[in-house]
């Protein structure tokens, strides 16, 4: 496979599930990022993560956990979510973080999460 | 601050007209990058270009063109004589040292129909 994959491609989970979101990308890139896109709202930057390093976590609640195990594999554990939570969550990877154009991010397919 | 406003919510034209875009930035940096990206309705964003901000050459690919003009602020993205295919959200992004580098801000992004 090329480029950035990410499974499942439609989860619905109650309230009190636990689940998870997995990312890969098979470009060689040494970043990557979570991005939440809510109906009619801006992309949300969630987390960011350079050599499995996390960068940035931006506010993000408890309930998103993320896991980066090495360059290639981002997650997003998920629990006790909310209905306010369902959005499409797009995974992004680029070169490297904030480098001198480097950071030009290639994203998956997204992951539609539906809340009941 | 740093913003990119897309004021345009959503264009509708008929098929091979030509369209275009807007896209205005704020930045205080003096090197930044400019990105446009597509995402069609399967939901993955589809990266077109990146411009940084000591190139105002106008660039040309096919049917696309982008319009870069530092004393404007502005980085428009023209389609000519569109298609149906591309129908999709297109978003204009920005990322600059002082947006941290890894933070691409994006726009809200503009719905193009393009119908037959």
């Known amino acids: 496979e090329t480029g950035v994959t990410q499974t499942p491609r439609h989860l619905v989970m109650g309230m009190t599930n636990k689940k998870s979101l997995k990312c890969e990308q098979h470009?060689?890139?040494?970043?990557m990022y979570w991005y939440k896109q809510s109906a009619k709202k801006p992309l949300e930057l969630m987390f960011v993560?350079?050599?499995?390093?996390?960068?940035e976590n931006n506010s993000v609640p408890s309930r998103f956990s993320p896991e980066c195990p090495n360059s290639s594999h981002l997650f997003l554990h998920l629990h006790t979510l909310q209905p306010e939570d369902s959005a499409l969550y797009l995974c992004a990877s680029s070169q490297e973080v904030g480098g001198a154009g480097t950071d030009t991010q290639y994203f998956g397919p997204g992951t539609r999460l539906t809340v009941l | 601050a740093q913003k990119v406003t897309q004021a345009q919510t959503e264009i509708s034209v008929v098929e091979k007209e030509d369209v275009t875009l807007d896209c205005v930035y704020e930045?205080?940096?003096?090197?930044?990058?400019l990105f446009w990206y597509k995402q069609p309705p399967s939901g993955e964003l589809v990266f077109l270009i990146r411009r940084n901000s000591f190139d105002e050459q106008n660039e040309i690919s096919g049917r696309y063109s982008w319009n870069f003009q530092k004393s404007t602020s502005s980085f428009n993205f023209t389609i000519t004589a569109s298609q149906v295919v591309d129908s999709a959200v297109y978003f204009c992004?920005?990322?600059?040292?002082?947006?941290?580098?890894?933070?691409?801000?994006f726009g809200a992004g503009t719905r193009l129909f393009v119908k037959a």
């Open positions: 993560y350079s050599l499995e390093e996390r960068v």
């Open positions: 930045t205080r940096d003096t090197t930044y990058y």
């Open positions: 470009l060689g890139h040494n970043a």
């Open positions: 992004a920005l990322s600059g040292r002082n947006t941290g580098g890894f933070k691409t801000i």
